[in-house]
């Protein structure tokens, strides 16, 4: 079967980095997703990897590995408006899209 | 401004009833998906659809139908054999047809009175 996995809660402080993971079994790669979702509205796009290493965007950066099926989201200089959900989704083989169930990330002043 | 809407925000169903939710884009793109959302789960596909008048079942495609007549719109209807319908409803479209980022819209809450 396809899985993603995601740690399903943390907890930062503001001002401070925090690292969220994401490994994935899929039936191939092309692709990875991140995306951000406050609470009761859309996913908003953050980033994609579709090559190994890091992409950095701003505060927020994400790094691929795909021999090990592993990706992080790394934000740094946390904001309370970070505190949302970090939903990480696969391309498989198929090009379709397989959704981890999200880290909803806490943030404290 | 482009963009993608989805109405209504909230939606009540009644036993028996077949429900119809919009979604709209502006965005000129080619495809476009339909996800439930539930509480502790990844985004799960229902239907979507690449080009006008083509469209295909996803993961969980029973108790529900799509329409693809415009390539701006592509409605779902929740018929009365979708027997767990509440849910978090999230309608997205994406440029080409290889499955590229794709842009959601606001999102409709269907709730079963």
């Known amino acids: 079967g396809q899985n993603i996995d995601q740690p399903t809660e943390m907890t930062a402080t503001e001002g401070a980095i925090v690292q969220i993971n994401c490994t994935y079994q899929?039936?191939?790669?092309?692709?990875l997703f991140w995306y951000q979702q406050h609470a009761g509205e859309a996913p908003t796009f953050l980033s994609y990897?579709?090559l190994d290493g890091l992409e950095e965007k701003g505060r927020f950066s994400s790094f691929l590995s795909r021999s090990k099926g592993y990706s992080y989201l790394l934000l740094k200089e946390l904001q309370m408006k970070d505190s949302a959900s970090y939903l990480c989704a696969v391309k498989d083989s198929n090009y379709q899209l397989i959704w981890g169930a999200g880290t909803k990330l806490i943030i404290k002043p | 401004d482009g963009g993608i809407t989805q109405s209504p925000k909230y939606l009540f169903r009644k036993e028996g009833q077949n429900v119809t939710l919009s979604c709209e884009q502006n965005?000129?793109?080619?495809?476009m998906y339909w996800y439930r959302q539930d509480p502790g789960q990844g985004l799960r596909l229902i239907y979507y659809s690449q080009i006008v008048n083509d469209f295909q079942k996803g993961d969980i495609a029973e108790g529900y139908s799509v329409s693809r007549e415009k390539k701006e719109s592509f409605p779902l209807t929740v018929t009365s054999a979708q027997k767990n319908p509440t849910a978090f409803y999230l309608c997205a479209s994406s440029i080409g047809k290889g499955w590229e980022t794709q842009y959601f819209g606001p999102g409709t809450r269907l709730l079963v009175l």
């Open positions: 965005l000129n793109h080619d495809a």
């Open positions: 990897n579709v």
């Open positions: 899929t039936s191939g790669f092309n692709g």
